[in-house]
């Protein structure tokens, strides 16, 4: 059995990923400020703010998780020094308590396919290539990874960094970019995209959850690990595959787009895999066409 701690689980990535925990074999705790949604009474619940400086830990202390998922990151989409900071300190809190006061073996947390640059790199994105991000979100980020990975490095606690590319799915907010295309076609709106031909890397949330498991459950190094597909797919592409879907066509998908030139693009970069396929053999992604249609079903 597992005792595991989870941090942003009312989140998009944490509400699926607490689903698919809830079994004999884990005991779980999980905190935020918002957990009503969680109605079983085989979950224990700790309300509380991460920014409050002053929060009482003693009840995760007493917990004592041998894992620690920590998915929590306030404010998303406001990417602003400020939040990014209050986010950086409130990680950092919360895990030194963690690390100094529990006998936690292990701490997964996630990162962002955002701190390659500030996505600026071009093409296949390899977790050991030098980053220079630019930005807020990307800096903290990074400052978040490299304090960690000395604290924990030091305490013997494997920590393992989860570079998010682009995660889809049913229940994402509707402001993210595959839930907006498919309102759009659905109600036949015109949607401006500035760089159609912008190429990203979609991995589909069951993979992710798939993947976080795995980590959970086998013994995988510590280290940077990037979670996406491996592969570009362009926003004028997802535009067609939704069109197919919802119209039975994918001819029409140009109606809903104001654009003045359809191969304008800036950013183009993807996940390289070849690190995560090292520890996890025979793992099928779901693909972009059935991941959407998934995604359409169930919204």
Not at 250 to 262: A, C, G, M, Q, R
Not at 263 to 270: A, D, S, V
Request: hydrophobic content about 35%.
């Amino acid at each position: 059995m597992h005792r595991i701690l989870i941090s942003g689980a009312s989140g998009f990535i944490g509400k699926n990923l607490v689903d698919k925990l809830i079994d004999k074999n884990n005991d779980l705790m999980l905190v935020g400020r918002n957990l009503d949604m969680f109605k079983t009474n085989i979950i224990k619940k700790k309300i509380l703010d991460l920014g409050d400086v002053n929060y009482d830990c003693q009840e995760l202390i007493n917990f004592n998780p041998d894992v620690f998922i920590h998915l929590a990151w306030e404010g998303i989409p406001n990417y602003s020094e400020e939040f990014s900071k209050k986010n950086y300190l409130n990680t950092l809190r919360i895990i030194k308590n963690i690390v100094e006061f529990t006998n936690c073996k292990k701490i997964i947390s996630t990162g962002s396919c955002w701190e390659y640059n500030d996505g600026n790199i071009e093409g296949k994105c390899k977790e050991n290539i030098e980053i220079k991000p630019k930005k807020p979100f990307s800096i903290y980020k990074k400052k978040i990874l490299d304090e960690i990975s000395i604290i924990t490095k030091k305490k013997n606690i494997i920590f393992n960094w989860l570079r998010l590319f682009y995660v889809y799915g049913p229940g994402q907010k509707k402001e993210s970019i595959i839930p907006s295309l498919i309102e759009t076609i659905r109600n036949k709106k015109t949607l401006n995209i500035n760089y159609p031909a912008n190429k990203n890397d979609y991995i589909y949330v069951d993979d992710v959850i798939k993947f976080i498991k795995i980590f959970i459950n086998q013994h995988v190094p510590s280290g940077i690990y990037n979670i996406g597909s491996g592969k570009g797919i362009e926003v004028k592409n997802l535009l067609k595959i939704i069109d197919k879907e919802v119209n039975g066509t994918n001819d029409l998908y140009k109606k809903y787009l104001s654009i003045i030139d359809e191969n304008k693009r800036n950013q183009n970069f993807y996940a390289c895999t070849k690190k995560i396929e090292k520890y996890f053999k025979n793992f099928k992604l779901v693909d972009i066409e059935n991941g959407i249609r998934n995604v359409i079903k169930n919204t």
